[in-house]
T-cell receptor
Framework: SQQGEEDPQALSIQEGENATMNCSYK?????LQWYRQNSGRGLVHLIL?????REKHSGRLRVTLDTSKKSSSLLITASRAADTASYFC?????????FGSGTRLLVRP | NAGVTQTPKFQVLKTGQSMTLQCAQD?????MYWYRQDPGMGLRLIYY???????DKGEVPNGYNVSRLNKREFSLRLESAAPSQTSVYFC???????????FGPGTRLTVT
C-alpha cells in the first residue's frame, strides 16, 4: 500500500499559470520529499521538507507541510512547458521512502 | 561522475527465464534501493540495502533476490520471470535513509 496520495491525479494548465499539487499521507514522518519524473526517465529530487518545517522554497517551487493534517502541497509558480512531467511525493518512514501515485502535470504553451 | 547507472536499458524475457539487473553508483552512498513502476503508478520498493553487507525486503519482494556486491553495486535477480514482472525497474541510492535519493534511468523489462 502507498503512504502518500497525490491530488489531483492529472492537471492541465496554461503556460504562466501556477500549478498546485497536494499530497496526503497516513503515518508520522521524518521528512517529506517531492520528485519529478519526465516521460520515460528516472525520478529527479526537487525538494525535501523536514517534519519540523512548515514551508520551504526553491526557485519557483514552494512546498508546505501540515503535520497535523498529514498533508503537503507543492506549488510551481509561473509554469513553463518544460514543467510538464509527473510529480510524486514521498514520505520517509523507517529509513525508506514510500511514494504516492503521482500527479501528471501538462503545461500547454 | 556518472551518478547511478543501470544495465540493461531494455530487456525482453520469456516466462521462466532468469536475468540479473545491474546497478552501480559512484557517489559513495551507503544505501541503495530497487523499485518497480507499473503504468500510471508510483514506485513500489522491492528490496533495499541500508549499508554494505545488509539487504531487506520492501513492499513487493516476491519473485526477486538481491545482492549488495560492494558499496558501489546492487543487483536485482529474477530467478523465474513471470508476465506480472513486466515493469520499469529503477535503482536509487542515497547517503542515508533520511536524505534525497538519486535515481538511475531505469530498465524496461517485458516478460512474454
Amino acid at each position: 500500500s502507498q503512504q502518500g496520495e497525490e491530488d489531483p491525479q492529472a492537471l492541465s494548465i496554461q503556460e504562466g499559470e501556477n500549478a498546485t499539487m497536494n499530497c496526503s499521507y497516513k503515518t508520522s514522518i521524518n521528512n517529506l520529499q517531492w520528485y519529478r519524473q519526465n516521460s520515460g526517465r528516472g525520478l529527479v529530487h526537487l525538494i525535501l521538507i523536514r517534519s519540523n518545517e512548515r514551508e520551504k522554497h526553491s526557485g519557483r517551487l514552494r512546498v508546505t507541510l501540515d503535520t497535523s493534517k498529514k498533508s503537503s502541497s507543492l506549488l510551481i509558480t509561473a509554469s513553463r512547458a518544460a514543467d510538464t512531467a509527473s510529480y510524486f511525493c514521498a514520505t520517509d518512514s523507517s529509513y525508506k521512502l514510500i511514494f504516492g501515485s503521482g500527479t501528471r502535470l501538462l503545461v500547454r504553451p | 561522475n556518472a551518478g547511478v547507472t543501470q544495465t540493461p536499458k531494455f530487456q525482453v524475457l520469456k516466462t521462466g527465464q532468469s536475468m540479473t539487473l545491474q546497478c552501480a553508483q559512484d557517489m559513495n552512498h551507503n544505501s541503495m534501493y530497487w523499485y518497480r513502476q507499473d503504468p500510471g503508478m508510483g514506485l513500489r520498493l522491492i528490496y533495499y540495502s541500508a549499508s554494505e553487507g545488509t539487504t531487506d525486503k520492501g513492499e513487493v519482494p516476491n519473485g526477486y533476490n538481491v545482492s549488495r556486491l560492494n558499496k558501489r553495486e546492487f543487483s536485482l535477480r529474477l530467478e523465474s520471470a513471470a508476465p506480472s514482472q513486466t515493469s520499469v525497474y529503477f535503482c536509487a541510492s542515497t547517503a542515508g535513509g533520511r536524505y534525497e535519493q538519486y535515481f538511475g534511468p531505469g530498465t524496461r523489462l517485458t516478460v512474454t
